[in-house]
C-alpha cells in the first residue's frame, strides 16, 4: 500500500519507520494505522526502529478528531486495526527500538509499549491517558503496561491517566535509557547497528522465547526455550560464535 505518512529509511540491515506527520503530533488515524501496519509487514531488517517526526511528539496518540463520533462497531473495527498493528510491531521477527522523543500518549505509548526496546529523550512524556477521553486504552496498553511496570503502577497510570517523565518512565523501567534530545537519532542508530551484528537465528529465537513468558506457564515456557536451544546447535552462528569465542577472534555471524 502507498502512502505518505510512514517515511522509511534503511542503513544497512536497519530499517526506520517515522509516522511523518507533526502538524497532528503524528497522530494514528486509520490510513496512518494501515500504512504502518503494511510498512511493519514487509519490513525485512534485522532491525526495525520506530519514531515520529519533529521534535514534539513520538505519537501524540490515536487521533480523536477521527473518533469522537464513532459508532461501536466503527470502534470495534478500529480497536482491531490498533491491535494488528502493535501485535505486527511484538511479532515481528527481529529487534524493534522505539525512540521516543516528546508526546508518546494513549495509542503512541502503545505502540511504544509493543518494541523491544525503549529509548527516550529527555523531554518524553509518556502516559496512557485515555480515561480522560472516557475510555480506555485499547490496542494493548491494558496488558503490556502492566507486564513492564507491575500492577500497581499500571493501575495508577491508567485509572488516572498520568503522565510520566522521561526520567520518571526510566525509574518505573517503562524506558530502558534517557538521552539528550539532540542526541537520540545518534544513540539509536548506534544502538540499531550494535543489535543488527548480532546472529539474526539467534536473536529471533531469544525474541520468540521471551515473548512466551506471559503466553504460557513457566514450565511449558521453559521446554519451549530448551527446544529453541537445543536447535541452535549445527547451525552456522552456533559454530562460528563458539570457534570464534575459543579462537579469540570476532565472529563472522551470517
Not at 547497528?193 to 515456557?221: C, D, I, T, W, Y
Request: aromatic share 6%.
Amino acid at each position: 500500500m502507498a502512502g505518505d505518512t510512514i517515511r522509511r529509511d534503511r542503513d544497512g540491515d536497519v530499517l526506520t519507520l517515522t509516522v511523518d506527520r507533526p502538524d497532528a503530533l503524528n497522530a494514528l488515524n486509520t490510513d496512518v494505522l494501515e500504512e504502518l501496519l503494511d510498512a511493519v509487514e514487509s519490513a525485512d531488517a534485522r532491525v526495525l526502529v520506530i519514531t515520529g517526526a519533529g521534535d514534539d511528539a513520538f505519537i501524540a496518540g490515536a487521533d480523536i478528531a477521527y473518533m469522537q463520533d464513532l459508532s461501536t462497531p466503527e470502534a470495534q473495527a478500529y480497536a482491531e486495526l490498533g491491535h494488528r498493528v502493535t501485535n505486527a510491531i511484538e511479532e515481528y521477527p527481529g529487534a524493534v527500538v522505539a525512540a521516543v522523543n516528546g508526546y508518546a500518549f494513549g495509542g503512541g505509548c502503545e505502540v511504544a509499549l509493543a518494541a523491544d526496546l525503549r529509548v527516550a529523550s529527555n523531554n518524553a512524556v509518556l502516559g496512557q491517558t485515555e480515561i480522560d477521553l472516557g475510555i480506555v486504552p485499547g490496542w494493548g496498553g491494558t496488558q503490556r503496561l502492566s507486564r513492564i511496570v507491575g500492577d500497581a503502577v499500571a493501575r495508577r497510570m491508567v485509572f488516572f491517566g498520568e503522565r510520566v517523565d522521561a526520567e520518571d518512565a526510566q525509574r518505573l523501567g517503562l524506558v530502558g535509557e534517557v538521552v539528550a534530545q539532540g542526541e537520540l537519532d545518534d544513540y539509536v542508530a548506534e544502538m540499531s547497528q550494535e543489535l543488527a551484528e548480532k546472529p539474526a537465528f539467534a536473536l529471533r529465537s531469544a525474541k520468540e522465547a521471551l515473548n512466551q513468558v506471559h503466553e504460557m506457564p513457566q514450565s511449558a515456557g521453559l521446554a519451549f526455550e530448551r527446544r529453541l536451544w537445543s536447535g541452535m546447535f549445527g547451525t552456522h552462528d552456533q559454530r562460528e560464535g563458539m570457534e570464534a569465542f575459543v579462537e579469540k577472534r570476532d565472529p563472522e555471524f551470517e
